[in-house]
């Protein structure tokens, strides 16, 4: 086990490349990448190497042997890894990689030799090659991972590992073309000679551009740096470094196999035509381009840990889908290039996840040599053994065939079945793996569930390339819109953002998206800081979202020395229902002199439906006289007596037609009295009186009428019902209609309320 | 006692109006006006033109109203309409009666009964028609027209569907006339339920009698409706669109039939066509004529209507699926186009063509004149027809046949129509123009369903959401709503309304909501109001605002000021010296920094020298960091500044190094290769990536002092000067993290002065 706490076991490298340096280099290393991918593709990784083996006259097995050759060399790793870091990584690599090109053009002489070889000497040549060519690259490799590791920084790991995966993507594409288009144009062994040719001066190319890349210096041995079996046992005793290691080897052994014969299983099972089998290549790279740069910023911004689990559960589904899948349908290429599709996002987000976690949180740097020689070593061992086991597999399961619930059963189920079972086998142990994630798996994947995640992503890449102030102000209203979890990470920039009015705007987005610790805790930085101007925006704005978690800082707002803060905070507590203020403001509000704070106080009392307040609220509406002022109390009011919507509702018809509403509400409530059998003969034809004058629009009439409605309604009757508010309400609409007549609109409105509200109880 | 309605009465007679509608709708169908009655008159036996001439007697008819509507005034418009539509129904009763005539006195008496038959009944409907229009004006609120009239539309329109529906099941299943006089029996069971729902409408009252001294309101005065401009070129345009429009109503189904090839089936079908257009069109073309006016919607009807001839003329002619679907789309159309046209037309002449006080000699003249122009149009199609039955040829992809003479009708004269009726004034109402932009600007769906639920709001929060959702249409549909909600007595749905409206395409009444909210009295909302006004980024704010510089409250100063500079960014730098003299004698830091941030965004390259000192003299972070922008906008490129803040925030090193590398590369194409200058910049760069900061601000102050000066504008060459110092001072302290905006600044500046003079 390494802990944090351990000395490094190298000397501190003065070599070290500043970030600078090391970012500068990336673009060289993308380059050395996409022509080492058309080396690859030319020479022995690519299908036409393949077939020049067969063209030479070399048999199946003898082919997949000389294949094996490449897995297996990784073992040396083991051996080496010491000496490696000691002569410096990059020399290594570059020197080893620049040496596996020019083993390679010993292939450049097969036409020659083929005739005087004869065909078992051609074996012994061509494993020759291959083997030295293995080795080399076995040893480059082994330089090459700690070098990786040490020249990319974290912050951009993700990123890096994408972009570089679309480049490669790209020219491994380009690559197969040009090797398609020369292998069509002539089928002796001269077309494969040329492509090995172009291969070897791309590979050229590539060594050429490793030698830009800053890092991979010498490292100077120490007294205590340990032996490389001691090394081996550190990274071996490492639980973390073990767990990711067998879940890497089982899902190598889970997909390797079933990969590796997927094209016979779609041409011979699901009878898809060969051309069709080849354009499925074409479904994953389309999986490939579409995915990797988003899963390099997730990984970037969420961690390794979730990117990787997310490929993971993907991967879980291919051999779900490709069993059940439509066999011999019109239907099935479409089917089998959706899965192709999935098969290719699945594969970034497993790479680019299942690398980063390597690199920045499984592999200790001090002790990169070891564990990363130690880790090619097994790789190399289980890619060996997971090329074998696949051939071994389809030819123990040759025979099998039938049905489960309708679900054809064939030599290809057995794959199928060890895919599922290994990656769920390596789902159950990488989750418990320890990481960088910001996020859990379970919060990474809810983040692209909630909101809409594609508004948010637009959002994020805009407002990363918004040039002025008013552009910048459009997408954090866009992020805010989006009401996506994804866009947490910009709305907090924006809070930070130095101009005032981005600020501004990012307090308002964050009011309208859901409620997150996150943001939460940013707007009550925000509320308890200095900028006047932002904290009351930011009290109205944790009152919009209603955070339970912001109810401390507000009810802190209340004792602020700047009233406008009280004001909002009151506000927004009413508005979160907080009923634990209710006392509170109860004895502020008459004891408070600031009109403005009054009606925020009483604003939240009529919120909360503190019905101890119905007396404050009547009295300061009583004494109240600017009519905005006023409405806002009769609404407190009319919350206390309940149905605010109804208030609302008659609040809009009488602004448009105040005689024809009040007429319908006087005439509603003489119905309802009716209906219960309530109605006395005086109160009948007061009702009537008020409701006709309304309706011929004599408003001072009506209101005239409707005042002796309220007092009579508000006498103590054997009949009346009504409720202690209610008939409070009533009795000071008798009297302020008596007062006041039609010029106070708002109490109007509350009488007409008080009748809408009264319970009325059938006798 | 006054006789005039009050509204309440008139609402809730709306009800019974409908229903009578309804139930007429039935009896209309059934009896007199639908393809039933036709069918009863042909299986009488009676010729083509024989039958032109009967159905004309019901138009042609109207032309009593000139006469009787003095008479239908004084016995009062409810009673006329209920005694003459009572007894219509009963006149029609009377053809129950034609197979016992045919029996018992052959099928030439019995032509001539369903003649004579047809004639009362024309005849008594138009007397009750005259009364039911001034009535129908007096009990409809205006304020609701629009909306009644759609809503009436759909029912009618629904049950006439069912209606026509169950007539075509019943004759099929019945031999001779005695299916007809079913359908006819229950037609009339139906017009007396219309009656009798007719007596439950409010209004309709006789003229009261003359009074001596006072006006004689029965008087006839014909010769005013007839000086009145408006109503006169309402008429005209009227006229014209029926002229366009009935011809081909009526012998569209035999050019579909036999020109384009349709079968009859497909035919009918079609009519299901309209009826959906008329269903789907029809409430929103009530709401728009309410809330915008009643003549865009009809011009807009009415342009709809004459594209229609175009589709049908050019209409491919192989009577496949494919002629089946155009036919299907004109009709969809036809559908839409009659109801903007009806309901728009419909209600400007309720609303604002007739004078309500003069309403019985208007209706009768309008009511005779409709009559005149349907009857001679009817006949005029026919006539048409015969006359050009033999033009039959093909230009091109054109065809040439019978039928193009009153598609040219219909083509064209909706245009001279169009220009008649622009020609009428109606308040409150919004040019074609701006009608079109209101549905085509932002999203009329999300709109639309917004403005719904926003009325359906129960509670504060849902009104909040709501609200919140009418701005993100950033549709003008929205805009009454939004005004509605700034006057919600809700300080929530106040504040929400505020910065809704702020994210809304400029509009002036929302920019004059907000101006009123700039000058009241709720200090919370003034502020958002003005920061909103500079959201909303039009230049109309800007004397508002510059007044609020003047307020008594220093945060609506601030925001003033800021939203002013906000709205000079857009081009207007008018405020600049009013806010530099400010910004010299203000004490306040709050407003110091609002100013700055303002006379940043203006470009203001005189406040330099006084931002600068500011910025010295400031202590909080956040305000030196908009105090360092505001000066980064004077140097130019904003978003650049920006961009080196984000990145350095996260790796100060990088971001730096990589900083004074851009600008070695540009200092390198001005200097000699190995200057001092060069030398200098490598090893601030260095000593930055190496996270040496304090060592990195030592060589970039020596770096700023060793600048060529003619290579940075006057304000640059200020700024960096400030910095140079700022940071030696700095980094003296062996601190250059407290004061991070000296270091972008200075490093913004190098690059982006030195690039803008390059």
Same mark, same amino acid.
């Given at each position: ?158 990123? +890096? ?82 767990? +990711? ?88 290429? +479409? ?40 880790? +090619? ?387 | ?758």
């Amino acid at each position: 086990m390494t802990g944090s706490t351990e000395t490094p076991a190298v000397a501190p490298a003065t070599a070290e490349p500043t970030t600078v340096e090391k970012l500068r280099g990336l673009r060289w290393s993308i380059l050395s990448n996409a022509t080492n991918t058309v080396f690859s593709q030319f020479t022995f990784f690519g299908s036409p190497f393949v077939l020049l083996l067969s063209a030479l006259g070399m048999s199946k097995p003898q082919i997949g042997l000389i294949l094996s050759f490449l897995p297996f060399a990784g073992l040396i790793a083991l051996f080496i890894a010491p000496t490696v870091a000691r002569y410096g990584y990059k020399r290594v690599y570059i020197t080893f990689w620049g040496l596996r090109k020019i083993i390679t053009v010993g292939l450049l002489f097969l036409p020659w030799l083929a005739a005087s070889l004869g065909e078992t000497g051609m074996v012994f040549y061509v494993s020759a090659i291959m083997a030295g060519f293995a080795l080399s690259r076995a040893i480059a490799e082994t330089g090459f991972l700690p070098w990786v590791q040490e020249y990319i920084p974290n912050s951009v790991r993700g990123r +890096y590992s994408a972009t570089n995966s679309i480049y490669t993507t790209l020219s491994g594409l380009a690559a197969v073309g040009a090797a398609g288009f020369v292998l069509d144009r002539s089928n002796d062994l001269s077309a494969y000679i040329l492509l090995i040719a172009a291969g070897i001066a791309f590979g050229g190319v590539s060594t050429w551009a490793a030698t830009r890349i800053p890092g991979g210096a010498a490292v100077q041995r120490t007294p205590e740096t340990p032996s490389l079996l001691g090394g081996m046992q550190a990274a071996m005793s490492d639980g973390n470094f073990m767990r +990711y290691l067998a879940g890497a080897s089982l899902v190598t052994l889970a997909l390797v196999p079933m990969m590796s014969f997927l094209p016979l299983f779609m041409q011979e099972v699901v009878l898809l035509s060969a051309g069709s089998v080849v354009l499925l290549q074409a479904g994953v790279l389309v999986g490939h381009l579409v995915s990797s740069l988003a899963w390099g910023l997730a990984a970037d911004r969420y961690g390794s840990k979730p990117v990787m689990i997310a490929g993971l559960v993907m991967k879980l589904l291919l051999p779900v889908m490709w069993f059940v899948m439509p066999r011999d349908t019109e239907i099935s290429l +479409y089917i089998a290039l959706a899965i192709a599709v999935l098969v290719g996002i699945s594969d970034m987000a497993w790479g680019i996840g299942a690398g980063r976690l390597l690199f920045v949180s499984v592999v200790p740097p001090h002790r990169k040599t070891e564990y990363m020689s130690f880790y +090619y070593a097994s790789i190399g061992v289980v890619g060996g053994i997971s090329q074998l086991m696949g051939g071994w597999i389809l030819e123990f399961s040759g025979g099998l065939s039938g049905q489960i619930l309708g679900l054809a059963i064939d030599p290809y189920t057995p794959l199928f079945v060890m895919g599922l079972v290994l990656t769920l086998a390596t789902l159950v142990i990488l989750g418990s793996i320890r990481a960088d994630n910001v996020f859990g798996v379970i919060q990474f994947a809810g983040m692209f569930l909630r909101g809409n995640p594609f508004q948010a992503m637009g959002a994020m890449i805009r407002y990363y390339q918004a040039r002025d102030e008013r552009t910048t102000i459009s997408m954090t209203e866009r992020l805010g819109r989006a009401r996506s979890p994804l866009a947490v990470e910009e709305l907090l920039e924006t809070l930070r953002d130095p101009r005032f009015n981005v600020r501004f705007e990012a307090i308002i987005a964050i009011a309208r998206m859901p409620a997150d610790p996150r943001l939460t805790h940013a707007l009550i930085e925000v509320f308890s800081g200095t900028e006047l101007a932002l904290q009351s925006v930011a009290a109205w704005a944790m009152g919009r979202i209603a955070d339970p978690e912001s109810r401390a800082a507000l009810r802190a707002g209340l004792d602020s020395k700047y009233l406008s803060i009280r004001a909002h905070s009151a506000r927004a507590l009413g508005a979160m229902q907080d009923q634990s203020i209710a006392d509170e403001l109860l004895q502020r509000l008459p004891a408070e002199a600031d009109r403005g704070l009054q009606m925020a106080y009483a604003s939240a009392l009529g919120n909360l439906r503190t019905e101890a307040a119905l007396g404050p609220l009547l009295e300061l509406l009583y004494a109240t006289h600017n009519p905005g002022a006023r409405l806002e109390l009769a609404l407190s009011v009319a919350r206390i007596l309940g149905d605010e919507h109804a208030f609302i509702q008659l609040l809009r018809a009488a602004r448009g037609d105040l005689g024809t509403s009040a007429s319908q509400a006087v005439s509603a409530f003489k119905r309802r009295l009716e209906r219960a059998k309530q109605l006395s003969p005086e109160m009948a034809a007061a009702l009537q009186d008020a409701a006709n004058a309304f309706a011929r629009l004599d408003v001072e009439g009506g209101t005239a009428g409707l005042s002796r409605v309220l007092a009579l309604a508000a006498e103590p009757t054997e009949l009346s019902t009504f409720s202690h508010a209610t008939t409070t309400m009533m009795r000071e609409g008798s009297l302020r209609l008596a007062e006041f007549g039609a010029e106070h609109f708002e109490t109007v409105l509350l009488s007409l309320h008080a009748l809408r509200t009264a319970e009325v109880i059938r006798t | 006692m006054s006789t005039e309605l009050t509204t309440v009465e008139k609402l809730s007679g709306l009800r019974w109006s409908i229903s009578s509608n309804v139930a007429n709708t039935v009896f209309v169908q059934y009896t007199f006006f639908g393809s039933i009655f036709v069918l009863f008159l042909s299986a009488l036996g009676l010729s083509r033109s024989a039958m032109g001439l009967v159905l004309s007697f019901l138009p042609f008819f109207g032309l009593t109203a000139l006469f009787v509507a003095p008479w239908v005034a004084r016995i009062g418009y409810k009673r006329a309409y209920i005694i003459f539509f009572a007894a219509r129904t009963v006149v029609a009763l009377c053809l129950v009666f034609t197979p016992w005539v045919m029996n018992a006195y052959g099928s030439e008496a019995t032509i001539l009964y369903v003649g004579v038959v047809i004639a009362l009944f024309a005849m008594v409907r138009s007397v009750g028609v005259t009364a039911s229009f001034p009535w129908v004006q007096e009990y409809v609120p205006n304020s609701v027209r629009g909306k009644y009239t759609a809503i009436n539309n759909i029912f009618t329109t629904g049950v006439g569907f069912l209606a026509v529906s169950g007539g075509s099941f019943m004759l099929a299943r019945t031999t001779g006339l005695a299916g007809f006089m079913w359908l006819i029996g229950i037609g009339v069971v139906f017009g007396t339920i219309s009656v009798g729902l007719a007596f439950k409408i409010p209004g309709g009252a006789p003229m009261p009698p003359h009074v001596e001294g006072e006006e004689d309101k029965s008087r006839r005065d014909l010769m005013t409706a007839l000086r009145d401009r408006d109503f006169v070129f309402y008429l005209a345009s009227v006229a014209l669109i029926i002229i366009a429009t009935v011809p081909i109503g009526s012998f569209l189904p035999l050019f579909l039939r036999e020109e384009i090839g349709l079968s009859q089936s497909a035919v009918v079908w079609l009519q299901s066509g309209t009826l959906i257009g008329t269903l789907l069109s029809g409430y929103l073309w009530g709401w728009a004529a309410d809330r915008y006016g009643s003549i865009p919607v009809s011009l807009y009807g009415m342009g709809m209507r004459a594209l229609l001839p175009l589709i049908w003329m050019l209409m491919p002619r192989d009577g496949d699926t494919i002629s089946f679907g155009i036919a299907l789309f004109a009709a969809l159309l036809q559908g839409v186009a009659d109801m903007g046209w009806g309901i728009g037309s419909g209600r400007l002449l309720y609303v604002r063509i007739v004078p309500p006080e003069k309403r019985n000699d208007y209706m009768a003249v309008y009511y005779a004149w409709i009559g005149i122009i349907g009857g001679i149009s009817q006949l005029s199609g026919g006539f048409l027809l015969d006359l050009f039955e033999n033009l039959r040829f093909q230009i091109w992809i054109f065809h040439v046949d019978p039928f193009l003479p009153i598609f040219l009708m219909g083509l064209f004269l909706p245009f001279i129509s169009f220009t008649l009726l622009r020609g009428v004034r109606e308040e409150k109402s919004i040019g074609m123009g701006e009608f079109a932009g209101v549905f085509l600007r932002g999203n009329p769906f999300l709109a639309m369903s917004s403005m719904i639920r926003f009325h359906l709001a129960k509670d504060e929060h849902s009104t909040v959401l709501m609200t919140e959702r009418l701005a993100r249409a950033k549709s003008p549909l929205t805009v009454d709503e939004l005004l509605e909600a700034l006057e919600d007595p809700r300080f929530n749905v106040r504040f929400e309304a505020i910065i809704s409206i702020s994210r809304m395409m400029p509009e002036p009444r929302l920019i004059q909501a907000l101006e009123k909210l700039l000058v009241g009295s709720e200090l919370a909302l003034t502020v958002v109001a003005a920061w909103a006004l500079g959201r909303l980024g039009d230049m109309q704010a800007a004397p508002a605002l510059h007044h609020a510089l003047n307020s008594e409250y220093r945060s609506i100063r601030a925001h003033a000021a800021r939203a002013l500079g906000a709205l000079g960014a857009l081009g207007d730098a008018t405020v600049a010296n009013d806010l530099l003299a400010r910004l010299h004698t203000e004490p306040d830091k709050g407003l110091q920094m609002a100013y700055a941030s303002a006379l940043g965004n203006l470009g203001n390259t005189e406040a330099t020298n006084t931002v600068l000192h500011l910025l010295a003299t400031i202590g909080n972070e956040g305000a030196r960091l908009e105090l360092a922008l505001t000066l980064a906008r004077l140097v130019g490129d904003e978003h650049h500044f920006i961009g080196l803040l984000r990145t350095v925030r996260s790796d100060p090193a990088t971001a730096t190094a990589q900083a004074i590398s851009s600008y070695r590369r540009k200092l390198g194409r001005r200097v000699r290769r190995g200057s001092d200058q060069l030398r200098l910049a490598d090893r601030c760069a260095e000593a930055m990536a190496r996270n040496e900061l304090v060592r990195g601000a030592h060589l970039l102050t020596e770096l700023i002092r060793n600048r060529s000066e003619r290579q940075f504008s006057e304000h640059g060459n200020l700024i960096l000067s400030e910095c140079a110092r700022q940071l030696e001072n700095e980094a003296e302290l062996d601190d250059v993290n407290h004061h991070m905006e000296y270091l972008i600044l200075a490093l913004h500046t190098l690059q982006v002065d030195q690039r803008m003079r390059s």
